[in-house]
């Protein structure tokens, strides 16, 4: 059942009023309801104890907020917007956001016609480092094409470097992706995703805790971050440094019990040094969409067995391998008694392994000795195994 007219007017109010985030404000919202908070708000004069938890200086900066607050106004405009404002009991919200507690948002702002709560269900965010290194542009968006193509639906920032990859490798697929903003979904930020950011409403989703109209700031990005994960499955770190913001993100989501994943870099690199810390930790390394959808997917969904190629010599019994590792390189021979007291076998056994080998093409025979073919010279990895 949705939420009633009035109930959706006061969140849209207090989400002029209560900053992303803020757990007294989700607790006042828990233990009041948004339409009675926001009469206590609206009053004009605090009274003491209204609102607990807070001192008096900050109730006075709510209230001034509360003044300016046009929620009919920011309704008119998301719908002129081409879109909506979901608040809790809404059949399209996300229960997932609900592990949030008190950090919850008040209600979010979309652009875009999919039902965000079904495609959260199947979402995995992908986020890193704004200033990225030409392999981490390239690693994001090779796994959201890869993770779109399996139907997952890819999440970030709709920020430079690792986001925008990430978001373009999905759309690039004609995959489904969810940008999270920091502002108002009517604010195009940054600046020079604009045309990204269209894209996105057009063919996915654009989200956001904060009115129409409203402006990023660097506190608002931090708590952004925790919407993502939460909002999704598991998270994927490309590339961090240590004090990215990408980590943020990553921590949010353990600790909300989402699976956490890094895509390891070079190990000079400064810009995943952050990845690496969390892969000491508890993410899970991972190199392509197999290895993602194996975490987050259904049970069954694994990734292909990984091994390297296998070599002709792979294929030989244990007897028959020792016998070929007793003859000597660089075109030396060994007569049948010596290959036989060098593999640890009879002279017999050593004979028929030898013929089994020549019927292979590894050895051949020259006179009374036996030696490797040209061949099993000049690719040592038949003969020995290799690495």
Same mark, same amino acid.
């Given at each position: 059942?949705?939420?009633?007219?009035?109930?959706?007017?006061?969140?849209?109010?207090?989400?002029?009023?209560?900053?992303?985030?803020?757990?007294?404000?989700?607790?006042?919202?828990?233990?009041?309801?948004?339409?009675?908070?926001?009469?206590?708000?609206?009053?004009?004069?605090?009274?003491?104890?209204?609102?607990?938890?807070?001192?008096?200086?900050?109730?006075?900066?709510?209230?001034?907020?509360?003044?300016?607050?046009?929620?009919?106004?920011?309704?008119?405009?998301?719908?002129?917007?081409?879109?909506?404002?979901?608040?809790?009991?809404?059949?399209?919200?996300?229960?997932?956001?609900?592990?949030?507690?008190?950090?919850?948002?008040?209600?979010?702002?979309?652009?875009?016609?999919?039902?965000?709560?079904?495609? &959260?269900? %199947?979402?995995?965010? $992908? #986020?890193?480092?704004? !200033?990225?290194?030409?392999? @981490? =542009?390239?690693?994001?968006? *090779? +796994?959201?094409?890869?993770? &779109?193509? %399996?139907?997952?639906? $890819? #999440?970030?920032?709709? !920020?430079?470097?690792?986001? @925008? =990859?990430?978001?373009?490798? *999905? +759309?690039?697929?004609?995959? &489904?992706?969810?940008?999270?903003?920091?502002?108002?979904?009517?604010?195009?930020?940054?600046? @020079?995703?604009?045309?990204?950011?269209?894209?996105?409403?057009?063919?996915?989703?654009?989200?956001?805790?904060?009115?129409?109209?409203?402006?990023?700031?660097?506190?608002?990005?931090?708590?952004?971050?925790?919407?993502?994960?939460?909002?999704?499955?598991?998270?994927?770190?490309?590339?961090?440094?240590?004090?990215?913001?990408?980590?943020?993100?990553?921590?949010?989501?353990?600790?909300?019990?989402?699976?956490?994943?890094?895509?390891?870099?070079?190990?000079?690199?400064?810009?995943?040094?952050?990845?690496?810390?969390?892969?000491?930790?508890?993410?899970?390394?991972?190199?392509?969409?197999?290895?993602?959808?194996?975490?987050?997917?259904?049970?069954?969904?694994?990734?292909?067995?990984?091994?390297?190629?296998?070599?002709?010599?792979?294929?030989?019994?244990?007897?028959?391998?020792?016998?070929?590792?007793?003859?000597?390189?660089?075109?030396?021979?060994?007569?049948?008694?010596?290959?036989?007291?060098?593999?640890?076998?009879?002279?017999?056994?050593?004979?028929?392994?030898?013929?089994?080998?020549?019927?292979?093409?590894?050895?051949?025979?020259?006179?009374?000795?036996?030696?490797?073919?040209?061949?099993?010279?000049?690719?040592?990895?038949?003969?020995?195994?290799?690495?």
């Amino acid at each position: 059942m949705s939420a009633t007219d009035e109930e959706r007017a006061a969140r849209a109010a207090l989400a002029r009023i209560i900053e992303p985030g803020n757990e007294h404000g989700g607790r006042w919202l828990r233990e009041l309801g948004a339409v009675e908070l926001l009469s206590r708000l609206t009053h004009g004069t605090y009274r003491k104890g209204a609102l607990p938890g807070i001192t008096e200086r900050r109730a006075q900066g709510l209230l001034a907020r509360a003044t300016r607050a046009r929620p009919d106004q920011d309704l008119a405009a998301i719908t002129a917007a081409g879109g909506r404002f979901l608040v809790p009991g809404d059949p399209e919200w996300p229960t997932q956001l609900d592990d949030l507690r008190d950090a919850r948002p008040v209600g979010l702002w979309l652009r875009g016609r999919p039902d965000l709560r079904r495609w &959260a269900l %199947r979402s995995v965010a $992908v #986020v890193g480092a704004r !200033a990225c290194t030409p392999y @981490g =542009a390239h690693m994001a968006a *090779a +796994l959201a094409t890869a993770l &779109a193509e %399996r139907g997952w639906v $890819v #999440v970030s920032g709709a !920020a430079f470097g690792v986001d @925008g =990859a990430a978001h373009r490798g *999905a +759309l690039g697929a004609r995959g &489904a992706t969810v940008a999270v903003l920091a502002c108002g979904v009517d604010v195009p930020y940054p600046r @020079g995703h604009a045309g990204l950011i269209t894209r996105i409403a057009e063919q996915g989703l654009v989200v956001g805790e904060l009115p129409p109209g409203d402006h990023p700031t660097p506190s608002r990005f931090i708590l952004r971050n925790r919407v993502i994960a939460a909002l999704t499955r598991g998270t994927v770190v490309v590339e961090a440094a240590h004090r990215s913001g990408s980590l943020v993100t990553a921590r949010t989501a353990q600790r909300l019990g989402r699976h956490t994943m890094g895509v390891p870099g070079p190990a000079t690199s400064g810009l995943s040094a952050g990845v690496h810390e969390l892969l000491r930790g508890e993410a899970v390394l991972v190199t392509d969409a197999d290895e993602i959808v194996e975490l987050v997917g259904d049970i069954g969904d694994l990734a292909p067995a990984r091994r390297g190629p296998v070599l002709p010599r792979d294929l030989l019994a244990p007897l028959t391998a020792r016998v070929l590792e007793a003859l000597p390189p660089r075109g030396q021979s060994l007569t049948l008694p010596d290959v036989a007291a060098t593999a640890g076998t009879g002279v017999d056994d050593a004979l028929g392994r030898l013929y089994e080998l020549h019927s292979l093409g590894f050895v051949e025979r020259e006179g009374d000795a036996w030696q490797l073919t040209p061949t099993a010279m000049h690719h040592p990895d038949a003969r020995r195994g290799g690495t």
